[in-house]
């Protein structure tokens, strides 16, 4: 079965800084990855995602996430963090054969400082 | 397109009451999901259809919690009679094929008295 680790419940960073949020996976066979943000009372928005083809993912509102296969990860960065960008993150793994189910990983809370 | 559809946004009940939730899909997706969230975890999957098939629903409670998707388009998630632990967000979602990213809902907010 496969499982999702997100390293960090919250992380918090200025203004035009760096975002780092980590996400290590598990899976016997190879993943598909994703990375989904939710705003307060909202659903899941699809940030990018990884199916086997390039290493380096690149998604919406300047976000990208690079798959590491020896490491087991897939880091969800931004250069430079906006005000907008405050939310929860979820990494997630699906795997063929498994009808594409996703398992989530617990969420990482962005908090962005002025 | 029109996103998800779900109703009610918020609902509260007492321990032991009935309560169900509607999920319209995107139009023409065939596959629909129900996640349940806890506060402060990810989303867990309840019960995946196909069409109006269900492809898994092993980790739904089935001694309280029940779903159709009767027509193959709209949903229904029922739980009876509603624990304490029950309360969450439930989340529908859809996708055209089970090779497409899942768009989903803005969910029910369940909470038990």
């Known amino acids: 079965a496969q499982s999702v680790t997100q390293l960090g419940s919250h992380v918090s960073v200025s203004e035009g800084a760096l975002v780092l949020l980590r996400c290590n996976y598990s899976s016997s066979v190879p993943p598909y990855l994703f990375w989904y943000v939710q705003y307060p009372n909202q659903g899941l928005q699809l940030l990018l995602k990884?199916?086997?083809?390039?290493?380096l993912v690149k998604g919406i509102n300047g976000f990208e996430a690079e798959f590491k296969k020896s490491e087991t990860s897939f880091h969800l960065t931004k250069p430079s963090a906006h005000m907008s960008d405050a939310a929860e993150y979820f990494c997630a793994v699906s795997v063929s054969g498994s009808a594409r189910q996703l398992t989530f990983g617990s969420g990482t809370q962005l908090t962005v400082l002025p | 397109e029109a996103g998800v559809a779900q109703s009610p946004r918020y609902k509260i009940i007492e321990k032991r009451q009935s309560v169900a939730f509607w999920c319209n899909p995107i139009s023409g997706h065939a596959t629909l999901y129900w996640y349940q969230q806890i506060l402060g975890q990810g989303p867990k999957l309840l019960i995946q259809f196909q069409n109006n098939g269900v492809v898994d629903d092993s980790q739904l409670p089935k001694d309280r919690f029940s779903a159709e998707r009767l027509k193959g388009v709209d949903s229904t998630l029922k739980i009876q009679p509603a624990k304490l632990e029950d309360s969450a967000v439930y989340l529908c979602?859809?996708?055209?094929?089970?090779?497409?990213?899942?768009?989903f809902g803005d969910g029910t907010r369940l909470s038990i008295l």
């Open positions: 990884y199916t086997s083809a390039a290493t």
């Open positions: 979602a859809s996708s055209g094929d089970r090779n497409q990213p899942q768009h």
